[in-house]
């Protein structure tokens, strides 16, 4: 069917292009339950697995009193001052404790902690950081991929990659790390292994 409608083509020319949205940003995340890699909009909260088809949490947590549960996230833990996170098992994407936290806690980023932080039980992430004007100290062997000290650091420190001291750092303890860097400013005591060698030595050791 012809309608005969009657236009310009020089009003056509002068009408604004549609441009073609750019597609959403996304974010490469795993299946807690089949491990399968998934890729989902960075701004989304959860999704589910294409293969198993389980809930997978996305969403970012902020802790304001006393709570005791597990999470499974890949998003951010945050951990208020006032904030308790109680016999929790926990897997997250980020962490930042300011609180207390008792259980076993893994963040497959970052895990910053305060001088406010009381923690007991076991932890581990891929980076730690200690931000400027802020303490900690522990007793037990500390084992990441990497740090980033800005503040003050009292423990032996373990990294499969760098350890690096800000200018505002000081460490007291034990460094075993692939790279270390000291900035001009930062404060170091201790010992300092570093190198491949003497990590793959300590990796079979604690195998052992």
Not at 34 to 52: D, F, H, I, M, Q
């Amino acid at each position: 069917m012809e309608c005969y409608q009657h236009f310009r083509i020089e009003e056509v020319r002068r009408l604004p292009a549609q441009r073609a949205k750019p597609p959403p940003e996304q974010k490469q995340v795993r299946c807690f339950q089949c491990g399968t890699e998934l890729a989902v909009p960075a701004t989304a909260s959860s999704t589910l697995c294409k293969r198993c088809g389980c809930h997978v949490d996305l969403a970012d947590y902020r802790i304001t009193q006393c709570v005791s549960k597990n999470f499974r996230t890949h998003g951010r833990l945050v951990i208020e001052e006032k904030g308790y996170v109680l016999n929790s098992d926990a897997l997250v994407g980020e962490a930042v404790v300011k609180g207390r936290f008792i259980g076993k806690l893994v963040a497959e980023g970052t895990l910053e902690i305060n001088s406010s932080a009381n923690l007991k039980g076991s932890f581990t992430a891929g980076r730690l950081v200690i931000p400027a004007g802020h303490h900690f100290r522990w007793p037990e062997p500390l084992r990441f991929d990497t740090a980033d000290i800005g503040g003050e650091l009292v423990g032996r420190l373990q990294a499969a990659g760098t350890v690096w001291l800000r200018a505002t750092a000081r460490l007291f303890g034990a460094v075993q790390a692939r790279n270390f860097v000291v900035e001009s400013g930062a404060v170091f005591v201790g010992t300092a292994q570093i190198g491949d060698r003497l990590l793959q030595e300590t990796s079979e050791n604690a195998a052992s």
